[in-house]
């Protein structure tokens, strides 16, 4: 069974920064592709950020684009999410999730993890 847990959100000042962690267990992810997205107060969650676990391919939506940078640490099954300058527009919580390389929808996710930044 696939397990996410994401860590290090919290409250920050517009402007700052912060990183994220989603530690990853339950089998071999080299098939994988790992995903950051978010979800505000009355909007759909979104996607943010994605890697594949293989390396090679990284993803960003524009709306992070040259401020957020995701990296994956293969030794310890664990990816990241750098978040600088970040704006009150960026305050959600924020998801990490796995799916299959061939597949388009991602089918595991971890719990969230509350990301306030404040203006």
């Known amino acids: 069974q696939v397990q996410l847990v994401e860590s290090g959100g919290g409250l920050v000042q517009a402007g700052g920064s912060l990183g994220l962690s989603c530690a990853a267990s339950?089998?071999?992810?080299?098939?994988?592709?790992m995903g950051w997205f978010r979800q505000a107060p009355g909007q759909e969650r979104e996607f943010v950020a994605g890697?594949?676990?293989?390396?090679?391919?990284?993803d960003y939506a524009d709306s992070v684009k040259g401020r957020f940078t995701i990296s994956k640490d293969s030794a310890k099954n664990t990816v990241h999410l750098q978040m600088n300058s970040l704006k009150a527009e960026d305050t959600a919580v924020y998801y990490c999730?796995?799916?299959?390389?061939?597949?388009?929808?991602?089918?595991?996710w971890g719990q969230g993890t509350q990301v306030t930044v404040s203006s």
């Open positions: 339950g089998r071999t992810f080299s098939g994988y592709d």
């Open positions: 890697i594949k676990w293989s390396g090679g391919r990284i």
């Open positions: 999730a796995a799916k299959l390389v061939y597949l388009n929808r991602y089918d595991f």
